[in-house]
């Protein structure tokens, strides 16, 4: 995450961020720090049961994808 930081400053997109609570390779709260470091628009959605692959977290990230883009690129 360290790496990571730097970088987020510097976005300017809109950006969504989906994250597993149950992720046992990157902690919630990375994915957390980005949110509070990323100066535009930020979406973080947590999936309670997600993993670090999120695979059964399918039609949750689908139907917050697309309410992001209409959102953003409508």
């Known amino acids: 995450?360290?790496?990571t930081l730097p970088a987020v400053k510097e976005l300017?997109?809109?950006w969504l961020l989906f994250h597993g609570l149950k992720d046992n390779e990157v902690y919630?709260?990375?994915s957390e720090d980005l949110v509070r470091t990323y100066r535009g628009k930020n979406r973080l959605v947590t999936l309670p049961n997600g993993d670090h692959l999120l695979e059964k977290?399918?039609?949750?990230i689908a139907k917050e994808t697309r309410e992001w883009l209409n959102k953003h690129f409508s």
Not at 57 to 60: A, F, G, K, L, V
């Open 28 to 30: 919630p709260r990375d």
């Open 12 to 14: 300017r997109l809109p």
């Open 57 to 60: 977290e399918s039609s949750i």
């Open 1 to 3: 995450i360290s790496s």
